[in-house]
């Protein structure tokens, strides 16, 4: 069977992105000693609007251009328009930041075995600079830098723990033991190598996450070179308006919408009040308000607006 | 091999909802002649926080309760905890609104079969009072009612128009025609029923969706019924948080936040510029602002606020 | 920040495949007015093998060339590296059969949306000689077809409630009321249009059931033209294997696999000693064996082995 | 808003499983510290049947009893009734594993954070009898033991390596470094704990791949306690259906099902012509014949069933 050509006209070209062919396969350094490339990929932002088009015909004629289309969707939280387009990358990861990376579960993944093969003879190093200090306000983040005169000792003691590993896991397999459990002991940061499939909806939303100041410092290096370097290329207009609708966007709760609809009528008592049913002005033992975490939340919004913190 | 025992102390019950219990199989009746029914379910609020506390331990002591920390999760969009939680239901819907449901893909489906069943003998009826208008200014939706003298007439033609197609249906059953082929001009809104089983992260995203005021009367209804007399009852506290941090919550992108920020330094010289800029202030050609849809958006936002649109 | 351009040896140029190129956007007709036709894809045989080298290193140095590791890989229901491919089609489909299509939950789908659009003005049409007889034997099939002469019959009664049903959506839209209501009653073979996009892995498991002989002959068709026309002409490698080792294979169950090796070992007593014991050769009320589908299903399986039935 | 009560009648209870309730929560050990126990569970046996009865309907009276429509829909590869079912468990597993387990992306998980949280103070420890050696055979695999002489000394550097990692890792805590960098160079092997919530479709398809023999020991380990200790408790029916049609099924390709033909009707210089034709009988360099993967998987094949090799 032939594909019926009086439509001939139609026969298509695949979209392909100039900015991105550049640097097909061409490595990104990230941290000491791994890497982000882009294999291959399909679509672009036409292909979006295109999608989205297909959806809501008519509807988006009403869309004047591409880029006011892609902008509604995203602001709209459309995502299957976004889905239409694919990424593959190489990536260089230690295995500590592959373990959060991993947890996202909407992507496809071939990453070295090494039941099969050698461990990467590599582990993540850490200047002496680059010890970071545990947060005290942020159960799980890190704040500031250990002095680097204290730093040596921590890289120091690294590199032996790393070498003596690696002693261990060389002796195992010149002993003829098992790759798959001669591997057992190494280091949780050790390389490892993987393709990484993943649609734009899906990716943006790993984006988000992991851009975000909250995620760890290793896997946001990765996630930054991603977007910043990676998708701007790729999708000019969809990061434009991810940056805008996403990653610049701000969340806030009835409650906090109600507050703001007060302070905007310039009612700071009603304000007040709202914040006094939720339970938010309770006094501390030692005087003042007693610590609340969303209460504090908001009193950060609220100066991030110039206003005023009502109570 | 038998369990260690010694630890017998730990054995669980499993988590019960009174309250849910009470209306296990218990028919809630939508639309004309549809039904939604709780058939099963897995876990409770207390099972967010249990699973929270696994994940992320000494992290989450310092949020005294169960009600402040699923109100953590939810507000900073944790997601996994939510995933512990599962719910079966028994649904009739026409087909027409089950083609928009089965869209969300994150669910498990058993549905009737009208290939080795007869198709339900009901499609869904339209009161004369119950025919909307296409609305002028939304595209996808509609907006108020015909008047019910019109609408007798489209309830009698629907009526006609259902025997006429269940006729058919019934001649080619008669003849032998297999059912598979004979179901191929039912009414798009003939009744189906399913057994859909879905997570709870999943199940609010739906909720999110469906219950919102754009999506389409009939899914909304389902929707409503589903947040309002189910997961309401299933897991209080859950839901509480839902409608305040995500029914009721408003985002702001980047742009609108920073005209937030000038209004509120009283600066609307500078949220003019702002808007200036992003091209939201361009004249009509019969004057005042041309269309803007994103600007528009805002202008409402600005309304809610109680506060004045500064161009 | 620049790309580390030092190894620009290693740019790669994306992997096109001349055959499928070659239709690109060429529609195949399937059915009296659906349309299958092939928007983007992403990979080639070449893609599969280079992903399965990163998870296998070595382990797959001796598999000495591509069509021998794909075939290895497809053989032991390996799946990831197949995950790598993706496949972007524009399709045209009766709703019913698309409600068996959008059942496959991992792909991705842009509809259009008949909230937001006319429906389209197409309801699949049957032949008078095309009509279906349902199967005695299997509850969900047909088997052979209705005379041509009375298939005019039916052929003429599915125009007129074709007819009937659009120019009630047509009055209804006349008369100012809602898409997403007007359409309600549309017949369920009215064809819809979707981008429909998806990975190897996903694909093929979807051909496998929807090219088998017990999928609808409508899904069938669809199915078929995707897995010969355009699966084929984009990955022969992986096609070739496909057909050898899911299209062409059997299972056998453990009782199925005891009864070869007893037959093997030319010792039919052995054999009818299992069957019985796994109650297969009850007697029937009127002499002969009681009716025992799982049995029926291996007796064929054995003749299909050119093997004698040993009860 | 009330539930409609007249079909009280209706009213369910939810299914419980007596053998299951009895070791809820009660750990399973499995390896030298790990362990595997359910938390909660949604269905049963009679559950998966009553949802292919709604998918079913009529079609599925013709088989008599529960047992024969399980069975009949695990043999035919029936999917979605499976997903009905849902079980949760605690398991605590080294991480080396657990990055294997993982991998199953259809689960909704909640690990223990070593953002948050101390990572576990224990790491997998290998008795010296315990030290497999590398396959010959099977790039990925192990097979056999190193004497338990050797293994002393390779225990001894394992816990020596050990101390010193979680050595490290202490000191950097107490010199206040960030949780999320401390723990960079623990062992892989090192203890995690998880909730892990999974359907029981996908839980077969994650035993069927984790309780092969060619699975790590490690996860086989976890797999087998899953499978035989808490599954067949559980569903007892189901279990007997998968170790007859999952776990001791085996596959015929095309090639191999023309060559059991061939074989049955006593026709070897078929089968052998069948051989030459896809290239298995090359001649090796040294006499006899090339090794040949596929062929050599097919000659163990024949053996199992006690037929004579035709080549």
Redesign the interface.
């Known amino acids: ?1 032939e ?3 009086e ?2 006209a ?7 992105v100039a900015a991105l ?1 550049e ?7 990230v941290l000491d000693d791994g890497l982000v ?7 672009d932002d036409a ?1 979006i609007v ?3 088009r ?7 004629k ?2 004047s251009d591409d880029r ?1 289309l892609i ?2 969707l995203l ?1 709209h939280r459309h995502t ?2 976004f ?2 387009c ?1 990424l ?1 990358l ?1 990536v260089r990861v ?3 930041a592959w ?1 959060q990376w ?2 996202h ?2 992507a ?6 090494t ?4 461990a990467i003879d590599a ?2 190093r ?1 200047e002496p600079g680059a ?5 005290g306000d942020n ?5 500031g830098f ?1 002095a680097e005169a ?1 730093g040596l000792a ?1 890289s120091g ?2 590199s032996e ?2 070498e ?2 690696r002693r ?1 896991y060389d ?3 010149a ?7 001669a ?8 390389y490892t ?3 990484w ?1 993943i ?1 734009l909806h899906n990716l943006l939303h790993f984006l988000a996450l992991r851009m975000d100041p909250h995620a ?2 290793e896997i946001r290096d990765y996630a930054t ?1 991603i977007g ?2 990676i998708v701007a290329r790729w999708l000019p207009l969809t990061w434009e308006a991810f ?3 996403r ?9 906090e ?1 109600a507050m ?3 302070l ?2 310039r009612d700071s008592a009603q304000a007040c009040a709202l914040a006094r049913e939720a339970g938010w002005l309770k006094p501390a033992a030692g005087g003042g308000l007693a610590r609340h ?2 209460r504090q ?1 908001c009193e950060e919004k609220l100066r ?4 005023t913190i009502p109570w």
């Open positions: 069977m594909p019926q050509k439509s001939q139609e026969k298509l070209a695949r979209p392909r062919d640097i097909l396969g061409v490595p990104f350094r490339r882009v294999v291959d990929y399909m679509g292909a295109q999608a989205a297909v959806s809501y015909g008519a509807g988006t009403a869309v006011g902008r509604y602001r299957t328009p889905e239409m694919e593959k190489h230690p295995m500590d373990r991993i947890r579960r909407m496809s993944v071939n990453e070295t075995s039941r099969y093969s050698l582990a993540q850490t010890w970071r200090l545990q947060s159960k799980q983040g890190s704040e250990l204290a921590f003691s690294e723990l790393q003596h590993a261990v002796e195992r397999l002993a003829g033991l098992a790759r798959e459990q591997r057992k002991d190494l280091p949780l940061c050790t190598e993987a393709y499939k649609d760890q410092r070179v910043r370097q940056e805008d609708y990653l610049g966007a701000v969340v806030y709760s009835r409650l919408q703001l609809a007060a905007g009528a975490r969303e939340e991030e607006l110039n206003l």
